[in-house]
């Protein structure tokens, strides 16, 4: 996703493929179920509900692949933990992938001090602002 800058793979497609761009209504994916596929056996096979589930809520915040998207390998969580950027910049740029906005005065006022909590870790705070941010309404209905 352009939100965790980590990809995911898909049968017969190339492996950056993006998840707009698939092919067959029938390859295996908990997310796109989850997420408003048509379901193939409808009335109407196109018919798609943009109103948010219950089922959609609980995949965000319990998802084993989503956590890996956060926190393995080169996503964009690993990258901002490791760079030399400051708190706020970071917060910024979290913001700016999942809202496409600045954070609020307030929204900074929460976030940024969490880098300076005792026993911080920064790969743990981005984690977890990140989880926050993907399991918002704001998220969810932008997306």
């Avoid at 995911?8 to 908990?30: H, I």
């Avoid at 600045?102 to 969490?114: D, G, I, S």
Wanted: charged share 25%; hydrophobic share 35%.
């Amino acid at each position: 996703s352009d939100f965790t800058a980590r990809s995911d793979t898909f049968q017969g497609l190339a492996p950056s493929s993006r998840t707009v761009t698939t092919w067959n209504n029938k390859l295996p994916s908990t997310f796109l179920d989850t997420f408003g596929r048509p379901d193939s056996s409808a009335d109407c096979p196109c018919e798609r509900d943009p109103n948010p589930t219950m089922t959609q809520t609980l995949h965000l915040m319990n998802s084993a692949q989503l956590e890996a998207k956060l926190t393995k390998n080169d996503g964009r969580m690993i990258q901002l933990a490791k760079s030399e950027r400051e708190p706020k910049e970071i917060v910024e740029e979290l913001y700016l992938a999942a809202y496409s906005r600045f954070p609020t005065p307030e929204e900074l006022n929460v976030a940024v001090p969490r880098f300076s909590a005792p026993d911080a870790k920064p790969l743990d705070v981005i984690s977890d602002l990140a989880w926050a941010l993907m399991n918002s309404a704001e998220f969810v209905l932008n997306h």
